[in-house]
């Protein structure tokens, strides 16, 4: 393996912790949450080493065994999988860093199994995004759910029963996929993603193929929660822990959405097929559906993490909407969405944990002006992230929205732009009723009730509040360094 390869380690090294850290756990309990926040520092330097070796060299193909393509199993670093790996590996060291002292009270004797089962799921999802062979991307998918379903299982009383909900969908989410998989290969003969693509359009009107596309994508459908397939996610991203939800839910979601956009785009060729055509639109159609429904849901929600949930079946929404454009503005506005969800959705669901760890509680119902003074840097940071999920100027999120309203104004699609502006002022909704309780004097309260009286700073310790300002400044700073990664995201629209 020459330097230039070392990215390849990445699901290696979360192999070797998620054994390592039972190991050590014999002997010491407390070294659970320094080597898991190791693996994932690990993880995130060698993805943005593979990123920078992408931007200077190329694509990087590391085959295992002594065996070329397509008969052997390939690893592929291209410019979507080096984008997808570096964002998810960042997010999952900041949120894992966040965790030490909120898992010390969610899990208590629990902590070393939460981070053993933490790191499987990065592998899968690492393995996901990494190999080059659909059969593999099996493989790993079926690891990061089934580990996805027990850091779920070990949130409150109610998580067992959203695990098991996930579990049912997820198992035929997954045999859909394979199925799906099994009707490719009876055309082409081969499992590899580029071998695959180059066979596929000799096939392209044959039932087999047309019936694999479908399976497949109603299988990475219900792993990506597009809806109206999203019927798992707002209970387990509810019931499940605090730091459970921070590690799922901006990374989950997003490795779903990195194989619709590597089966659509990738092996397919999104307007290469008929099939294909319609089966995009079909899903814009449901992205779309899903976009307002999830920002309904989101308004109606007295919890928190629930709100949050619900906006996530929005927000996965507006990628796979710029997915079925077909237009590079489309996908430059699914793409960036990516990184500025993840970054968002990150940071919300850490103060989320952070108010929970200082007040038991994350109901809105009971949020009050007080918080804006007992906890100004956590209550900044999600400011600047709900702002973003507006969408207002010059957060983050404004510009992958520009980029998804650019695009369905290329495709004189009116009903997608006006789901866009209308979900916007729903977002502003919900996330704006909280500012309101935060920052603004409530009314209904007796007058001069605790007028006078000196609000204390409770504000979390570094280690919980440094990954939350960290990602709120970082909203900051993609918005305002957007050309730079539109620049990048544009070369990766295949043709």
Partial sequence: MTEYHLPVLIPFTYLAFAVLIPLAGLWKRKFSHPMAVTA??????????????????????????????????????????????????????????????????????????????????????????????????????????????GLIAIGSRHAPFAAFRYLVIGTIGGSMYLLGLGFLYTCTGTLNILDMAAMLPHFAADPPVVTGLILMTVGIGIKAALFPMHGWLPDAYT???????????????????????????????????????????????????????????????????????????????????????GNPAGFIGAVL?????????????????????????????????????????????????AVSMVGLPPMAGFFSKWYLVLGTIENANWVFLAVILVSSLLNAVYFFRVLEKVYMKNPKLEAGAGDGVEVKNREVKLLMLAPVVVLAVGIIVIGIMNMSVVSYILKMFPG
């Fill in 40 to 149: 994932s520092g690990l993880a995130a330097a060698l993805s943005l080493y593979g990123f920078v070796t992408y931007v200077s060299g190329g694509a990087i193909h590391h085959t295992f065994g002594g065996w070329d393509p397509p008969v052997g199993i390939e690893f592929v670093y291209d410019g979507l999988s080096a984008f997808f790996l570096l964002v998810i590996n960042s997010v999952a060291f900041l949120v894992l860093l966040h965790s030490k002292p909120l898992s010390a009270r969610e899990f208590r004797g629990k902590r070393m199994p939460f981070y053993s089962v933490a790191m499987l799921l990065m592998l899968g999802f690492n393995g996901i995004i990494s190999t080059g062979d659909l059969f593999n991307l099996y493989v790993f998918l079926e690891i990061s759910s089934l580990s996805s379903y």
């Fill in 239 to 325: 019931f499940a822990s605090s730091t459970s939800s921070a590690l799922i839910a901006p990374t989950g979601t997003k490795v779903g959405a990195y194989i619709l956009i590597r089966v659509l785009l990738y092996l397919f060729g999104i307007e290469s097929m008929d099939a294909v055509v319609k089966v995009s639109g079909v899903i814009g159609t449901l992205a779309a559906m899903g976009i307002i429904y999830g920002s309904i849901m989101a308004i109606a929600q007295s919890e928190l993490k629930r709100m949050l949930a619900y906006s996530s079946v929005s927000q996965i929404g507006y990628i796979i909407m710029g997915l079925s454009l």
């Fill in 337 to 385: 969405h990516v990184l500025n969800h993840a970054a968002m959705k990150a940071c919300l669901f850490l103060v989320a944990g952070n108010l929970r760890f200082r007040e038991g509680h994350s109901n809105i119902r009971l949020f009050n002006d007080t918080y804006r003074k007992k906890y100004p840097w956590t209550m900044a940071s999600f400011t600047v992230a």
